[in-house]
């Protein structure tokens, strides 16, 4: 009964390749996100959405596109997938309503790995 | 811009001794100020946050942690640490005024159990 959920969990790709990671909720939440986690890095963020016509650019968007298909969906591509994008991918949510948006909420992650 | 710093990358502590995880931050006014849990394999799971009130907060798993503005600090601690909580530790601060509520989390704190 998992909130936010992502698939796949584990993806193995080869360089040049076109992945799509996929995340929905049943939080209701407006506000989707999505972070990639390096080691000693902790997480950043990637994009985000405040509504289905609402994308944000993040910190490191470079290389990523996002799709906000519905309220309860937000995918996540690597339009040519490269090594240096292995990572560990969160996505999260959020309500405003709760600490003004900043308590987030996150998926159980999916580990990409680009050969 | 915020910023959040924790300064210990790997702590080894002795199962049921007491354990405390460093966190700086960086912010222009009273921050929203979190920590994650991910357990191996595990996505993240909020242990306590802290908005206002009192700086000493409770969590859950016997966590606390302690909001001290001076020092910009708000550091976890655990009086008797389980196997269990063996996993890795962020630190995040909220930005509730910039656009997106941008969570920025610090580099992780990696906690090994001695038995």
């Known amino acids: 009964d998992a909130d936010v959920t992502q698939t796949p969990r584990n993806r193995i790709t080869k360089t040049g390749k076109r992945i799509m990671l996929e995340c929905s909720q049943t939080?209701?939440?407006?506000?989707m996100y999505w972070y990639r986690q390096d080691p000693g890095l902790g997480l950043r963020l990637i994009y985000y959405?405040?509504?289905?016509?609402?994308?944000n650019k993040g910190e490191i968007s470079d290389g990523y596109s996002v799709s906000r298909q519905a309220q309860a969906k937000f995918s996540l591509s690597l339009e040519s997938a490269i090594p240096n994008q292995t990572a560990l991918y969160f996505c999260?949510?959020?309500?405003?309503?709760?600490?003004?948006?900043?308590?987030?909420?996150f998926g159980p992650g999916t580990r990409l790995t680009v050969l | 811009a915020q910023s959040v710093t924790q300064p210990d990358i790997h702590i080894t502590v002795s199962e049921g001794a007491s354990l405390e995880l460093r966190c700086n931050y960086s912010?222009?006014?009273?921050?929203?100020l979190f920590w994650y849990v991910q357990s191996p394999g595990q996505g993240l799971q909020l242990l306590l946050k802290?908005?206002?009130?009192?700086?000493l907060v409770q969590g859950i798993k016997g966590f606390e942690a302690e909001f001290k503005r001076s020092q910009s600090s708000f550091n976890l601690r655990k009086p008797s640490v389980h196997w269990s909580d063996a996993a890795e530790y962020f630190c995040?601060?909220?930005?509730?005024?910039?656009?997106?509520?941008?969570?920025?989390f610090g580099g992780g704190t990696r906690v090994l159990v001695k038995p």
């Open positions: 912010y222009g006014a009273t921050p929203y």
């Open positions: 999260a949510t959020s309500d405003p309503q709760l600490a003004g948006g900043n308590e987030q909420f």
């Open positions: 995040a601060v909220g930005d509730w005024k910039a656009a997106g509520n941008k969570l920025t």
């Open positions: 802290y908005f206002s009130g009192d700086t």
């Open positions: 939080k209701g939440h407006d506000r």
């Open positions: 959405s405040f509504d289905v016509k609402d994308i």
